[in-house]
């Protein structure tokens, strides 16, 4: 009974050690890969408050994008940087 215990035992302990676990950092989704929506253009006009308009709306998709872009790559970059230093 103690030799089936212990050959048991180490049985066990060596098909753990034996077989290294493969860490992979997931994948970035789909979504969080999508760029940034083109900006709108101006039709020809004399009215400086239309061509304006389109100017305001552009300089603010561009920086909610920015924002939105910059905040996702520091995140992935810090969860890569803590998944690669656990061992």
Same mark, same amino acid.
């Given at each position: 009974?103690?030799?089936?215990?212990?050959? /048991?035992?180490?049985?066990?302990? =060596?098909?753990?050690? @034996?077989?290294?676990? $493969?860490?992979?950092?997931?994948?970035?989704?789909?979504?969080?890969?999508?760029?940034?929506?083109? /900006?709108?253009?101006?039709?020809? =006009?004399?009215?400086? @408050?239309?061509?304006? $308009?389109?100017?305001?709306?552009?300089?603010?998709?561009?920086?909610?994008?920015?924002?939105?872009?910059?905040?996702?790559?520091?995140?992935?970059?810090?969860?890569?940087?803590?998944?690669?230093?656990?061992?």
């Amino acid at each position: 009974m103690k030799t089936l215990l212990v050959a /048991l035992t180490i049985l066990i302990l =060596t098909g753990c050690s @034996s077989t290294p676990v $493969k860490r992979n950092f997931p994948a970035v989704p789909s979504e969080l890969m999508e760029s940034c929506p083109d /900006l709108k253009k101006t039709e020809p =006009t004399e009215k400086l @408050s239309e061509v304006l $308009k389109v100017v305001v709306d552009n300089y603010g998709q561009y920086h909610e994008c920015k924002i939105k872009v910059d905040t996702w790559v520091e995140w992935y970059k810090m969860q890569k940087n803590i998944f690669e230093s656990v061992k």
